[in-house]
């Protein structure tokens, strides 16, 4: 077949006033009342954002209208990191701690359930969770943690958790060293490795039934499959021929 190319498959979003007029009741958001988006998710017919300290409900069918009554704040000093849909339910995630909001099935969702799921445990970025069927996966200070019906978390990073917390060793660079690939007189990869939370994502193979989670300033990740961890590196340690 030929191959072709689309111009544009993303355009401006704007928030816009819903099906209800009477302004004494409704009265929706504008674009300066709320702040940068955080994360989006949809939820049945309607679509939820959240900025540092809330999260926005739309109406029903009408994706770009924020009813100001429908806005949910997140109690706390910490800024929300992330959120979820799950279950009929919103997860969200600030940089230390876990909620799960569910919402009614009126007009008014704000007039719903608001859990805290953790006190402890949060998220370091939207791009560090990802939804696998009914299981949520995602990316804390502290570890990997998963959960299934959103409140229960469990942590699946244990035999990794030293380089959340402290550090751990390159394996590749003894090992190549010993095999006689990596020349040492060469510039060599990051010896000791250590958590650095910025721009962390986190992928699912359907192919592979694998997660994937990605740490661009260490220049490596980590990949989680059958229950086991196995660590990559994006540094190369072979030993160029001078020739």
Known sequence: ???????????????TTGLHRNAQIYSYLESHEVGGPVGVAGLFRRLVFADKHNVYISDIDVASAFNGINTVPIAGGSQITAIASHLGSILIWTQDEMWRFTPSDTQIASNGSLVKVSESVGCVGQPA????GD?????????????????AIKEISGPIRPFFESFITNPYTSYFTKDGTANLTNSQPQTVLRFKEDFIHLAYSEQQHAFYVGFP?????????NGQ???????????MDSA
Request: charged residues 15%; without cysteine.
């Open 129 to 132: 969770v990802t939804t696998v």
């Open 217 to 225: 300033h260490q220049r490596m990740g980590f990949l989680y499959s």
């Open 135 to 151: 299981m949520v996966v995602w990316v804390d200070r502290s570890g990997v943690y998963t959960t299934q019906n959103g409140l």
């Open 1 to 15: 077949q030929e191959a072709y190319s689309e111009s544009s498959v993303v355009r401006r979003f704007y928030l």
């Open 229 to 239: 961890w196995s660590f990559w590196s994006f540094e190369s340690v072979v030993k």
